[in-house]
């Protein structure tokens, strides 16, 4: 087992990634971690709800030049390893990667797949190919992220053993206030109000439901009028909460039975997912969301393979009928899961390992959610 030093190159601070990189900081295999970032918080992000935490106890560089970049490269120790968030785009992790190549540095690749639907995602998979071949020579291994990361990464011409697959690692949620038992199940959504998001197909399923249920919906984006209809259709069972912060979305889980994630466009990962598990509600998703992974046991919730409305009614009237509202115990099941296999905590244990199998031969670990059969999109 070899020690540490890593490296996290990213965009910005991502709030579902500083668990990670907290758990590897804590960890005895691990000497120190370093946030590289680009910029604190992209604005696009702060519209959606997220929060700037406060990192004063990380040691993070923000916004590093390129003479910076190839000094932080230079100056690591020997025990290194650069773990990139993305190849593309971000000038400071061009510029990692590219001076990691020069340096002969230890590096891996983190990362969504980019989205391959339409002749836009061909494109894509044509520029992975032809511009890549540099990362791919030299990357350690690829944590790649979701349902359909390690087929992407696969496609694109990464190495099939050096390919893992990969989640957003997310803080621990504090145990969940008691929360009235509902007459009927709670249905929610969280998330933008948008197509893309699957919002217009949630929207038309809610009404073809055959059980009794309420609705709770959360996200940024102008829908009044389409969600004053559904309330229309199921008068005193829809609540609208607008948008909300990061710092609510816990209790706005913990208070419904089940998340329904219907994207129609592809979703990397779907954070979402992995905090509701972690408040102990049941997901439903569309096998578009790279966290869909996470949901073939029927108890912690199901994956549409449908993308209509009565294909989506039909799987959430499933889900009720197993679930119903609130079950305490089944909801402690799914917390508990969702700390063995989600937090920050489990993901570094499962990024070490990897580094252990990949640079000291220790033997291949199982996927981090290792009792499910592996699922990557093929």
């Known amino acids: ?7 996290f190159w990213e965009p910005c601070i991502s709030p579902h990634k500083l668990a990670l990189f907290r758990g590897l900081l804590n960890h005895l295999q691990v ?20 929060a700037i935490e406060v990192v004063d106890d990380l040691d993070v560089r923000v916004g590093p030049s390129e003479d910076e970049v190839r000094r932080i490269i230079a100056d690591a120790p020997a025990n290194a390893l650069h773990l990139f968030s993305c190849v593309h785009w971000v000038p400071c992790v061009v510029q990692g990667i590219r001076a990691a190549v020069d340096a002969k540095a230890r590096f891996a690749i983190m990362a969504e797949p980019r989205a391959k639907e ?6 894509r998979w044509l520029h992975s190919w032809v511009t890549e071949r540099h990362v791919r020579r030299n990357a350690g291994c690829v944590l790649a992220i979701g349902r359909n990361g390690p087929s992407w990464f696969r496609r694109t011409g990464y190495r099939r053993d050096r390919i893992f697959p990969f989640a957003y690692f997310l803080p621990v949620s504090p145990e969940p206030t008691p929360t009235p038992t509902h007459d009927v199940p709670r249905i929610g959504y969280l998330g933008r109000l948008t197509k893309p998001k699957g919002f217009d197909l949630f929207l038309e399923a809610m009404p073809l439901l055959q059980h ?14 389409t969600i004053a209809a559904l309330s229309s259709s199921m ?22 039975d089940i998340l329904v994630v219907p994207s129609i466009a592809d979703d990397g990962w779907g954070a979402v997912v992995s905090e509701a598990l ?17 949901l073939r046991a029927p108890w912690r919730g199901a994956v549409c393979e449908a993308l209509n ?31 063995d296999h989600l937090s920050g905590q489990a993901g570094a244990a499962y990024v070490l390992k990897i580094l252990d199998h990949v640079y000291d031969g220790s033997a291949r670990p199982p996927a981090f959610f290792d009792d499910l059969q592996e699922v990557d999109g093929a």
Request: charged share 20%; aromatic share 6%; glycine share 10%.
């Open 278 to 294: 972690m408040a102990g509600a049941a997901v439903i998703s569309t096998p578009k969301v790279g966290a869909s992974v996470c």
């Open 118 to 123: 339409g002749i836009k995602g061909q494109l």
């Open 309 to 339: 409305p009565q294909g989506l009614a039909t799987v959430i009237d499933q889900v009720v009928a197993q679930t119903g509202p609130l079950q305490d115990t089944q909801r402690q099941r799914r917390r508990d899961w969702a700390k």
């Open 235 to 256: 008068p005193g069972q829809v609540d609208f909460r607008g948008t909300i912060g990061m710092s609510d979305v816990p209790a706005f889980l913990s208070d419904i």
């Open 212 to 225: 009794s249920a309420s609705v709770a919906i959360a996200g940024p984006g102008d829908r009044q009028e």
């Open 1 to 7: 087992m070899s020690r540490w030093t890593i490296y």
């Open 31 to 50: 000497d120190h971690c370093v946030y590289v970032t680009q910029e604190v918080m992209l604005a696009e992000r702060l519209a959606q709800g997220w």
